[in-house]
């Protein structure tokens, strides 16, 4: 569940530096978080002003341990969280002709089928899908609920629910299946992709990327993404990271229809 009492203290580092007995319980995160990921962004002290030193990985760690995931690059992201109402706090999927409103939790597994209302399964319940061998990670929320406006451009006929980096329980699932991801075009995605292990894997890139990448670029997450670029990246995704390096920029996988 969001935290929105955390989310209300990263809200504090907007327009100033607050002191450290207001933000003490989100420093204890960060500063756990700074130390397993070997990084450093974030200064705070008993008596001192606690301050962000780089915004890119801040906004990251928000992202990845005060979100499950949700990708968010500036305090106006985090507020419209925040401020949001219990509907709009949870994803929206939807099938035929239902449409139903969840949390993802970190010990659930959302999935479905095209024309399908989505199925949140706990741990106990994955066996019911052990004889399929192949899914569709989906990253963002608004491709998963409009899956079927494209569902045949990819290899499996079963779509996984990523949000983001996903959480636990998913990555834990999918390290025995062949999975394909649909990912934004970015380079917090290619990371996401990096850091999965499965039986199988590969990156969807529709064979008119450049034209994408033409035509709906979004030059300002690149900039904000930019420090996080690495230096070598799997072969697979090359002609994406090429694109990126070529027109400095990336795209959005809500673009591609």
Known sequence: ??????????LR??????????VRDLNEMIVKYQ???????FSAKRGQKASVLDRELFFKFVSSELLHGKKVSCFDDVKKIVRA??????????????????????????????AEVAQLLEHKDLQN????EGFVAVENGESFLNIET???????????????????LTREFLKDKRVEFFLDF??????????????????????????LFCEHPNTELYKNQLS??????????????????????????????
Not at 1 to 10: E, P, R, S
Not at 129 to 132: G, M
Not at 150 to 168: Q, R
Request: charged share 30%; net charge negative; with cysteine.
């Open 85 to 114: 109402d219990t509907r709009e706090d949870n994803i929206k999927y939807s099938g035929n002709s239902k449409t139903n409103y969840v949390r993802v939790f970190d010990n659930v597994v959302v999935v479905k089928k095209a």
């Open 228 to 257: 996080v670029l690495k230096e070598n990246y799997s072969d697979d995704v090359s002609n994406l990271v090429h694109l990126i390096k070529k027109y400095n920029t990336v795209v959005e996988q809500e673009v591609y229809r």
């Open 186 to 211: 970015d380079i917090a995605s290619l990371n996401i992709y990096e850091s999965f292990s499965c039986k199988e894997k590969s990156y969807f890139i529709p064979e008119d990327l450049e034209r």
């Open 13 to 22: 580092f907007e327009k100033t530096q607050p002191v450290f007995s207001i």
């Open 150 to 168: 494209i569902a045949d451009k990819f290899k499996y006929k079963h779509f996984i629910y990523l949000g983001g980096t996903s959480n636990s």
């Open 1 to 10: 569940m969001i935290n929105k009492k955390l989310l209300n203290q990263v």
């Open 129 to 132: 899908l052990e004889e399929i």
């Open 35 to 41: 130390e397993e990921n070997n990084c450093y962004f």
